[in-house]
């Protein structure tokens, strides 16, 4: 039985959210779980943009029958404003590591 809590995908704002997909798509050879645009709330995540805005989330799925979704939103009525230019080359809070396990490591490097 599965555990009562279970974190299921993480979900990146992007500016594409095709183009995101499409490279895990073909380097990872993840599959397309859902592909829709909808309205959003204004509430969450806050992102300042008005209620009903329209976002585009892909989410893909992976092998594993219980957990392993990554997902893409992108708004792109109104567009949200582009983040700041990131200075430097280390992380700060607040920002994701996404961890990926492949058997063959060679083979996605080269894809």
């Known amino acids: ?6 974190l299921r995908r993480t979900t990146f704002v992007v500016d594409s959210a095709a183009a995101s997909a499409a490279f895990y798509r073909q380097v990872f050879g993840f ?3 859902y592909d ?8 969450f995540p806050p992102t300042g943009l008005p209620d009903g805005a329209k976002a585009h989330l892909i989410i893909l799925k992976v092998e ?3 957990i ?22 280390t992380i700060r809070v607040g920002e994701p590591i996404l961890v990926i396990e492949c058997a063959d490591l060679d083979a996605i490097h080269e894809r």
């Open 1 to 6: 039985m599965p555990p009562a809590t279970l």
């Open 64 to 66: 594993d029958p219980l």
């Open 36 to 43: 829709n645009i909808l309205p959003v709330d204004a509430r």
């Open 31 to 33: 599959e397309v779980f």
């Open 68 to 89: 392993g979704m990554i997902g893409f939103l992108e708004y792109v009525e109104p567009r949200l404003p582009p983040a700041a230019a990131r200075v430097g080359t």
